[in-house]
């Protein structure tokens, strides 16, 4: 396959199926008791330097208590997979806790506005980035998942995203015509939420699943938050709705309401008074502070930062809120 | 007497226009969604609306805050995940598809990634996120968008997300699918492409509106045909169902 062009910045992850096939290897394939607390999934699978992939949708779905604990426990030099970042890459920003970036979408957080706090990090030469698409990052993760070096797109062709990216053009083999190889990745550690789970991770997730199953085929350790922990007969009763199996898990933990103040599909939506005040108050580097440390640095767990946050009440708002109905 | 309107309500209803009957438009949130909601209710009501996170033919209950948000595949007859909405772009089966930005050239490219060097940014941005791969893969993509110098530029920081390149042969050049920008919905006019050198061109001027005010907002020279469209204002049935119906909690209307 004749190489065409290629893009100048750094590819951060090694490619090579047949290593990530003896790390898999030995990954256990046992189905054992794997409940653990947010501090000890943390402590045990995201290590400084290590490489970082959140699940979920930015504000949607994802697994902020494990997001909150990684800045917690001060975690350095991470490496991070920034595909439909929003409120998650917002939170890690804030921690400073990566200095590598795969970058397809960071620091704005859609309609709501733009991170001047991750903005500020990202403008101050510490991060290094290379640049992608959300397809190209999904079509890495799928190619990783299925054991191969590479996958092909026909999207970043002919830009300066394919330009600042780690992608090569290609020649193909049949037709002549150009495509995108994207290098497959094999993130460190993944963690991301689902609505069910059971102690050996067998996993459900309603609504969208994003790039997740992608995801949770391709990241080495994976760390599952749950809004539920339930029987290991509930998953047998529909294992249709299983999406990911226990046997790409390695912790699960019970985190209800673990998506605050992201939206949780069928379930709560949203916070977006508290999304607001994160934006406003990362105008000010000193207000910023005395916040992280009210909402992060200053509490033991999740639980007690969703108590600061309006605890029951609040989520009970944001119930309502889920059902689309007005009163 | 003619209704009265705002800029972002005539934006909506222009953009709403171009969406035919039957085909299928991968939108954002903010007025874009606003748009396809608006078209449903008007000359497309089996225009089918899809989400890049994956959310499949909604029937949306309100204005979504984020692309992935649970009002995204509300009543939808799928709830998938973006490697089925980019493959079915990819397989050529995505007809329009709205893009945003802080730049964009007269081809069309669009700049959503920084401002300034891109190894010193001046302003970093979002970057692609789903972009590039809509405005590679899809038919036809639009930009709805003010109208200034700044953003109307001869040549962006950063191409992120491509519209013809460098003009004619441009994309075929690069090994893009055909496909390419189609409309520029701005608050003074409705931009298309000339169909040989691709161009931006002047389509229809929007009403109180001439064209040497839209060159005087644009960065680079646009494409002035002899004979110009006026822009047909909104009517009354279009404000209706836009402010009644689609965004009633005045979220994108009300930005104006």
Redesign the interface.
């Known amino acids: 396959m004749k190489v065409l062009d290629e893009g100048v910045n750094p590819l951060f992850m090694d490619p090579d199926p047949d290593k990530a096939r003896d790390f898999f290897r030995q990954k256990t394939r046992a189905m054992v008791d794997k409940r653990t607390t947010e501090k000890e999934a943390v402590e045990k699978y995201v290590t400084d330097g290590c490489y970082l992939a959140i699940g979920g949708f930015g504000a949607n779905r994802i697994p902020n208590a494990i997001v909150h604990e990684i800045v917690r426990q001060g975690r350095k030099n991470l490496g991070f997979l920034g595909h439909t970042s929003t409120h998650d890459f917002q939170v890690l920003a804030a921690g400073k806790v990566f200095n590598r970036v795969d970058s397809a979408y960071i620091v704005g957080l859609e309609a709501r506005g733009l991170s001047r706090n991750a903005r500020r990090y990202m403008e101050s030469g510490e991060v290094q980035v290379t640049e992608w698409s959300n397809y190209a990052l999904a079509a890495r993760l799928r190619a990783a998942a299925e054991g191969v070096s590479f996958g092909l797109t026909r999207c970043m062709l002919g830009t300066d995203t394919f330009k600042m990216s780690a992608a090569k053009v290609v020649e193909c083999p049949f037709t002549g015509k150009k495509f995108v190889a994207v290098p497959a990745l094999w993130p460190d550690v993944a963690a991301i939420h689902v609505h069910e789970a059971d102690m050996y991770g067998n996993s459900v997730i309603r609504g969208i699943s994003v790039a997740d199953l992608e995801l949770a085929r391709a990241a080495k350790h994976l760390i599952i938050t749950a809004e539920r922990l339930v029987n290991n007969s509930i998953i047998r009763d529909d294992p249709t709705v299983t999406s990911i199996p226990f046997y790409l898990v390695d912790a699960v933990v019970e985190v209800p309401f673990g998506s605050y103040p992201g939206n949780m599909p069928y379930l709560y939506f949203s916070d977006e008074e508290h999304l607001a005040q994160w934006l406003k108050v990362e105008k000010d580097p000193e207000e910023f502070k005395k916040f992280l440390d009210h909402y992060i640095y200053g509490v033991d767990s999740f639980e007690d930062y969703l108590v600061r946050c309006g605890g029951l009440k609040r989520m009970e708002e944001l119930q309502k809120l889920e059902s689309f109905v007005e009163d | 007497m003619a209704p009265e309107y705002n800029m972002m309500e005539l934006m909506i209803c222009v953009a709403s226009r171009y969406l035919e009957d039957g085909k299928t438009v991968a939108v954002?949130?903010?007025a874009p969604c606003a748009a396809a909601m608006l078209a449903q209710k008007t000359n497309s009501p089996e225009l089918v609306i899809l989400?890049?996170?994956?959310?499949v033919a909604p029937q949306l209950?309100?204005m979504p805050?984020?692309?992935?948000?649970?009002?995204?595949?509300?009543r939808a007859v799928m709830?998938?995940?973006?490697?089925e909405m980019?493959t079915t772009c990819?397989r050529g089966q995505v007809d329009y598809a709205f893009l945003g930005g802080a730049q964009i050239d007269k081809y069309g490219?669009i700049n959503s990634?920084c401002i300034g060097d891109?190894?010193?940014?001046?302003?970093?941005?979002?970057?692609?996120?789903?972009?590039?791969?809509f405005a590679?893969?899809c038919w036809r993509t639009m930009v709805m968008t003010v109208h200034e110098k700044a953003r109307f530029v001869e040549k962006c920081d950063?191409?992120?997300?491509?519209g013809f390149?460098g003009g004619d042969g441009?994309?075929e050049?690069?090994?893009?699918?055909q496909g390419g920008p189609y409309k520029i919905i701005t608050d003074l006019a409705v931009m298309g492409f000339d169909e040989s050198t691709h161009a931006m061109q002047i389509e229809s001027l929007h009403p109180g509106v001439e064209a040497d005010k839209v060159q005087a907002e644009t960065g680079f020279e646009l494409v002035i045909p002899a004979e110009i469209g006026r822009t047909e204002p909104p009517t009354a049935e279009e404000l209706r169902i836009l402010r009644d119906e689609v965004d009633p909690g005045r979220l994108v209307i009300g930005r104006a």
């Open positions: 954002g949130t903010g989400f890049e996170a994956g959310g209950p309100q805050i984020s692309v992935g948000d649970s009002s995204t595949f509300y709830a998938a995940g973006m490697v980019m990819a490219n990634t891109y190894y010193k940014p001046k302003v970093r941005f979002p970057g692609s996120g789903g972009a590039n791969d590679s893969l950063f191409v992120t997300s491509p390149l441009g994309r050049e690069a090994g893009l699918p």
